[in-house]
């Protein structure tokens, strides 16, 4: 059995940050011609922490919030909401009619509320919040992307040239595989061959590289061979982008015990087991907890954490070990 250890709320807040322009492009086109892209951007990050703090509306998931101008120059400016709901919860319509209200009300400018389905039902595509009591009616409407709607085209969005695309496909992949290790080592070699193939430049294929990783996670012995396979195919291709020492000495350190990045590989080894022993005993790690474990650099205190990641009885009792 696959051990589901990725993050995918982790990956899509990387992914909206460095695609946004793809993203929109893909999954609200519409919007994407509305915006001003000679401008750039502001991500309103702790802004919206502090509006879900305020609003008690629980962890904030793979949310952003960003700043945008408007191309036809009617408002100076305007508030995209972005959530990315990976799991089916009933709570979502409520969440983003709170959401919009509660930055509306904080910065006084339009907000346009998205929501990106990114779940496994395809049936499951609530759209609007409502509220009638005695007569006084609130009803709320956002925008809907469902991913599972790629599904029938997923090769031709892995290789049409938009970055958002290859991530999708990725995430598509990897909820697919659940339990089938094999079949996704397949799929994201695919995947990873044509960013060669389509000729990304060598950041592209990193930072592109660094988000398929993210997603389709592997148990640790296909994980290692299928970095070996990477080497070989960029030694024959003379591109030697992810596997490069950077990349790759981590994993080189820890598995193969070499002098060079050993320390590094040992500590980032340690980190990696308490991650997998959290999601094999409770499901999927929540991204700020994968940040302070990833955090931690002391050999001891991971020791200590690793033991905790398997006798503790829940994840609420492991981050309260984490914090002491």
């Given at each position: 059995m696959l051990s589901e250890a990725a993050d995918y709320d982790g990956a899509w807040k990387e992914a909206l940050e460095h695609y946004l322009h793809p993203f929109l492009d893909l999954c609200f086109a519409d919007i994407a011609t509305r915006i001003d892209w000679r401008v750039p951007v502001e991500f309103l990050d702790q802004e919206l922490q502090q509006v879900v703090r305020?609003?008690?509306?629980?962890?904030?998931?793979a949310d952003k919030l960003v700043k945008v101008f408007r191309v036809d120059g009617a408002e100076e400016w305007l508030?995209?909401?972005?959530?990315?709901?990976?799991?089916?919860?009933?709570d979502l319509p409520l969440r983003m009619y709170q959401y919009h209200h509660r930055i509306t009300d904080?910065?006084?400018?339009?907000?346009?509320?998205?929501?990106?389905?990114?779940d496994a039902h395809p049936d499951w595509r609530p759209a609007v919040y409502e509220e009638d009591h005695w007569g006084c009616r609130l009803r709320f409407e956002y925008r809907l992307c469902k991913l599972l709607d790629f599904a029938p085209t997923v090769d031709q969005l892995a290789g049409g040239g938009n970055p958002a695309g290859v991530v999708v496909a990725a995430h598509l992949a990897a909820q697919a595989t659940p339990g089938d290790p094999e079949r996704r080592r397949?799929?994201?070699w695919q995947l990873t061959r044509r960013l060669y193939e389509r000729g990304y430049s060598k950041q592209e294929i990193l930072d592109l590289y660094r988000l398929i990783d993210w997603l389709m996670v592997l148990p640790r012995e296909l994980a290692v061979a299928f970095r070996r396979d990477l080497i070989q195919y960029e030694t024959q291709k003379a591109m030697p982008y992810v596997t490069s020492i950077q990349q790759l000495g981590?994993?080189?350190?820890r598995e193969e015990g070499r002098q060079e990045g050993r320390q590094e590989g040992l500590l980032t080894g340690r980190q990696e087991d308490i991650l997998e022993a959290l999601a094999t005993r409770f499901g999927a790690v929540p991204y700020e907890l994968r940040e302070r474990v990833q955090a931690i650099q002391e050999e001891g205190t991971l020791k200590r954490l690793l033991r905790q990641a398997v006798l503790a009885p829940s994840l609420e009792a492991f981050s309260a070990a984490l914090q002491t």
């Open positions: 305020d609003a008690h509306l629980g962890k904030q998931r508030l995209i909401h972005v959530e990315v709901q990976s799991q089916r919860d009933c904080r910065f006084g400018r339009p907000v346009v509320g998205l929501a990106v389905l990114a397949e799929r994201k981590r994993e080189e350190g």
